[in-house]
């Protein structure tokens, strides 16, 4: 049981171009949900968190209108990365997790490789 | 903040060792803490969560214990395998925080 499916796992795509990851919770509801960001041999960097029908609520430095983030049900939240470029590239790492109190485990999905030729 | 540390980055034994990973952290006033497996180029693995009021959990080869006053959990990993390769994360969920902190991880490799 609670698995989360990300979706793409891999996307290479042009300067400029948005790109969309999903991230699914498959038997399970999200009432929230997580995206992270890592980059090679470092640990996660959370960059936002979402509610169910909220806005997402973004930690510091992480540009809102470069990252879009959109949690419309309780079993599904995307990231947009609008306009992308190069310094974008990086390993984007959804996790979803049920209740807001501390008792819940998180989990996490496989992850999307994005990379901004 | 929250600190969260995991010390030695990277570890290596043999094939049946056991395996003693350690994480510390800052703020006593934990709700939980969780052990994650990261293989390369994967997402995280939750290995188990430990609640606040519980001092270990046992699945299978794997034990972790939390130490809520020294600021301590370990992961205990019995009889290594080649497979058992990978980093591994704890994360805790502090009560005046709304997100899990992690740790940086430790690199596993069991050698065959």
């Known amino acids: 049981g609670a698995v989360v499916s990300q979706h793409p796992s891999r996307v290479i795509c042009k300067s400029g171009t948005s790109v969309k990851i999903e991230c699914r919770s498959l038997d399970f509801q999200a009432t929230t949900m997580f995206w992270y960001r890592q980059f090679p041999k470092k640990s996660l960097m959370l960059m936002a968190t979402s509610n169910e029908g909220s806005k997402a609520t973004y930690e510091q430095g992480v540009e809102k209108d470069k990252f879009l983030i959109n949690h419309a049900s309780l079993t599904l939240s995307t990231l947009t990365v609008t306009s992308a470029h190069p310094e974008d590239s990086s390993f984007y790492i959804c996790?979803?997790?049920?209740?807001?109190?501390?008792?819940?485990?998180?989990?996490f999905g496989d992850g999307t490789r994005l990379s901004i030729l | 903040k929250q600190e969260v540390t995991q010390i030695p980055a990277a570890l290596s034994v043999p094939e049946g060792e056991n395996l003693v990973l350690n994480c510390s952290f800052t703020d006593s006033a934990i709700y939980n803490l969780q052990w994650f497996r990261q293989d390369p180029g994967k997402g995280l693995t939750s290995l188990l969560l430990?609640?606040?009021?519980?001092r270990e959990q046992t699945s299978g080869r794997l034990n972790a214990s939390l130490d809520k006053s020294s600021g301590r959990s370990t992961l205990y990993i019995a009889a290594s395998q080649p497979g058992d390769s990978a980093t591994y994360l704890c994360?805790?969920?502090?009560?005046?925080?709304?997100?899990?902190?992690f740790g940086a991880g430790t690199t596993v490799t069991v050698r065959a």
């Open positions: 996790s979803a997790r049920t209740g807001t109190g501390g008792s819940q485990p998180q989990h």
């Open positions: 994360a805790g969920w502090f009560s005046n925080d709304y997100k899990l902190s």
């Open positions: 430990i609640q606040s009021s519980q």
